[in-house]
């Protein structure tokens, strides 16, 4: 099986921790994981503010880097759900407004082989065990496109309660958003910063270590409000925890 | 133009970008939904409304033909009522123990006058189990809409079971549009004040059910 | 809309104030927590709710696609039931004949029932110019009434106030109105209903004129539904010898079958009961049962234009339920003040700016007063994706377009103030279709890594005002992925 990973521009220009533990956690199941130099991003922040023209280019350019794969992995709920829910929708308004089909049969091929990371692991390669190992108190944030959007359930859950060594920690008022929400962080930063610093002390009530998510624009959010309130509470991604083994333990 | 015109003719012009939608309204929405919630029979029913009464804070009471009367003057006494207020059509031996002054309500009874009475006797229309409601529909024994809201302590007999639906979709099947209808869940109650819930606000502060069978 | 929200500064603003305010946080903290669960439980007991949530949406969605035709009947059953039927094409002209036909009647006062469509119109503010006063019975119409406030929430409008607020009001309020408080009246919720109730009970029993707007409307047999807690209602809809409704055009249903869906739906998902403890319906006038004179308003003021708008049209399923208020989190911090308008919370968001237009600052900006969460979608009884009209609302202020305002097509202009997010937005759409230059672009902020600030000036000050900016890697992945082969030329 072809499989690309999509990183998303955040990740790749912030985080290639996640990006290089998704890779060792892929090859690690024998997944042949490629990563098409050409991509950029899927232009949610665009469609999310109010660009929709702006994104619609990004999308087509989506299309033509990752079209020939047989399946696209992202370690990101939103933007994951962004190809899957909103690039159906970029094509019916696209024809709504009299633009024709052509967006939407561009866009059609990428849609459903697009799967989210921990989406991936439990229904595609069909392991909820992966043989990772972190000895570490952890409690988990459903981010709320992995939540509500993608339909997530259970999967992640599932795969952190079998891995070795790992504690978890329920989450107070784990389905309530972090406060991200892409621009709304800077627009409305008064309400963000509110309901960040909600979940960040939610967090913190667990007694947990690290607080987990399957999305790092998330914990880009949570991770600067944890250090500015000076909380010993570490951000990471889950793929950085599946990743890490007994042989080869995350930092 | 009217504003009637104007605003038909705005509703079309809105419309305009919608394909012909032939569909009649039977098909237009699929009923999928339950009829009820579990199959019950008549008597658990009946079960289930006087839980779900008492839940919301009704007093719920059963009796038989024979001792209902007693039942209606004990509870009238107790609340030391010194008059009963009585729909045109009610029984005339639901009150034949009652100590209380009847008084009929007539068309031209005060609203005033309503407020100096003490307790209100009905009968009701239908009763849903699955809600704990009450359903008046002014016909005789249950009287114009303002007298089981005035007084603060009303009486509502249900003849169980045959009064007695499971289901809000079934209560609407026996209910005349054209009669004006109150639905009543319990005594008047409010979550205006930190969306919680309290009862006893403008209508009957106390409401006691009679089941009668 | 009513003059109330004119010049209301935009959410952000007005938000920040809430965020800070921390009786308020409290208070609505508690109330919408506690609902949250309560609604929950209410709706788990209910096996078929995704099959009621979808009748509903397709009742609400049919009528609208011949709405037309239904307001045309809803007009023939109530006339023949004995009302009177008028029509409103804005809240003007609604104000002038309801003020009209309680001159009419040689009354100078008239008892309410809470309603949200004549607090859409200003109709207290009107009939006040008018010589009309008009008394709020609604308990928390009431508490706003006496406090010189304004409503926070759709079905619980007094919700920013708690319980020892609510008392301190009643104490030094009431008897300017009417009956003074009980003396000693303490903040336990019971006394304070009790005082209400002492209080409102003599203006019910005197009223000749009573005004309420409804729930659902029923085209096929003419009848009229208000769903309520405390009584007000069936005061209002009862004693009074005239009866004067005022009603959103979007509030009717076809047919008396409809009701079974919202009457099943509307109490679980609003105060989390069952059934909520009253529902009045009548159907025209019932003879010495109830109001002598029945008159119907049907309100357009922007519906129409709403109703226009392909995306924007579903915000007319509403039933005004308010649970996208209650699990709402931007709600829960910024309180319904900063909404600027009688809709707050998540639908207010998507119905404000489309009934009023995107050209005040408040309204420009109530489309962005959202982190797209979703959880108001989820709980919406009649599914209103109300994240995708946020975000086509969102397209509407920064990229203009058609749209219909006072029945008139016209072409708005992109809204004033979004020129720099343009410009960024359209360089970064640039870069991400020419991934060289993207990856220079990383390049040089990794290389330059340590150069970086941790806080931002100007508009980056929104970030990093309570946040710290991540620590730049010192390479980008597809850097690592390039050097490394996809990590087979690791060495560790």
Redesign the interface.
Known sequence: MRVALF?T?V???????T??AV??LL?RLGVD???P?????C?Q???????????E??AR?FSDVFGEYEAIVSPSGSCAAMVRELYP?MGE?AR?EGHGDALARTLAPVVPKTYELTEFLVDVVGVTDVGAWYPHKVTYHPT??GL??LGLGERPRRLLEAVKGLELVELPGA???C???????????????????DKVRNAVSTGAEVLCAADNSCL??L???M??LGTALRPVHIAEILASTEEEPAV | MSSRERILGRVRRALADVPPDGAPYEEAVPRDYLREHGERTPAEAVELLAENLADYRAVVHRTGAADLPHLVARLLAARGSREVLVPPGLPAGWLSAAGPVRVDDRAESTVERLDRVDSVVTGCAVAIAETGTLVLDGSPDQGRRRISLVPDHHICVVRVPEQVVSSVPQALDRLDPARPSTWISGPSATSDIELDRVEGVHGPRTLEVILLG | MSGTYLGMPAFPRAARDAVNDRTLRGNLRHATHTIRAKRARAVAEVSDWAALREAGKRIKDHTLRHLDRYLVRLEESVTAAGGTVHWAADAEEANRIVTRLVKETGESEVVKVKSMATQEIGLNEALEAEGIRAYETDLAELIVQLGKDRPSHILVPAIHRNRAEIRDIFRTEMGAWGRPAPEGLTDTPAELAEAARLHLREKFLRAKVGISGANFMVAETGTLVVVESEGNGRMCLTLPETLISVVGIEKVVPAWRDLEVFLQTLPRSSTAERMNPYTSMWTGTTGEDGPRAFHLVLLDNGRTDTLADRVGRQALRCIRCSACLNVCPVYERAGGHAYGSVYPGPIGAILSPQLRGTASAIDASLPYASSLCGACYEVCPVAIDIPEVLVHLRERVVQGGPAVREGNRVVLRPAKGHAAERAAMRAAGWAFTHPRALRAGQRLASRTRRLHPRTLPGPGRAWTGTRDLPVLPPEPFRDWWERTRGGKDETR
């Open positions: 990183l521009c990740n790749d220009t912030l985080y290639p921790d990006g290089r890779v060792k090859t994981v490629d990563f130099a050409a991509q950029t991003c232009g922040a665009h469609y999310n503010t109010g660009y929709r023209h702006e994104a280019p990004l350019h929708r308004r709504a709320c496109h509500r959007g389905e309530e958003c406060g991200f929400g892409g621009t709304f962080a800077v627009k409305n930063s008064d309400v963000s910063a509110a309901m960040g610093a880009l959010h991770g600067g409000t250090t500015r």
